[in-house]
C-alpha cells in the first residue's frame, strides 16, 4: 500500500473508517506508522499490531509516504455520510 500510494502524487489523504480489525489493528498501525516511522528492521515504531513490519517497501517509500500522505482518524465511523462529508472537506 505505502509504494502504491507514494507512486501516485495526487494522493494526499487516506481516511481510516469503520471497524479496527482486532489483533491487527491496522488502522492503528497506519497512524503509527504515519507519525513515528519504521525502525531498522521495518518495524512500524509504536504499533500494537501483531506483526507490524513492513515488507517490500523501503525506508525511503516510508519517508515518502509521511510527507505526502495525511492519515485521518475516523476509526468507528459508520456513518456514510459522515464520511463523505469528511472526504469533501479534505
Known amino acids: ?23 491487527h489493528r491496522t488502522g492503528q498501525t497506519l497512524l503509527a506508522l504515519a507519525a513515528n516511522g519504521v ?3 521495518m518495524r512500524v515504531i509504536g504499533a500494537e499490531g501483531r506483526r507490524p513490519l513492513l515488507r517490500n517497501t523501503t525506508p525511503e517509500e516510508v519517508e515518502r509516504f509521511r510527507q505526502q500522505v495525511e492519515v485521518v482518524d475516523m476509526i468507528g465511523t459508520f456513518d456514510v455520510d459522515v464520511i463523505i462529508d469528511k472526504t469533501m472537506e479534505l
Open 39 to 41: 525502525d531498522e528492521r
Open 1 to 23: 500500500m505505502v509504494g502504491n500510494t507514494v507512486s501516485n502524487p495526487s494522493l494526499r489523504f487516506l481516511v481510516l473508517a469503520g471497524q479496527e480489525p482486532e489483533g
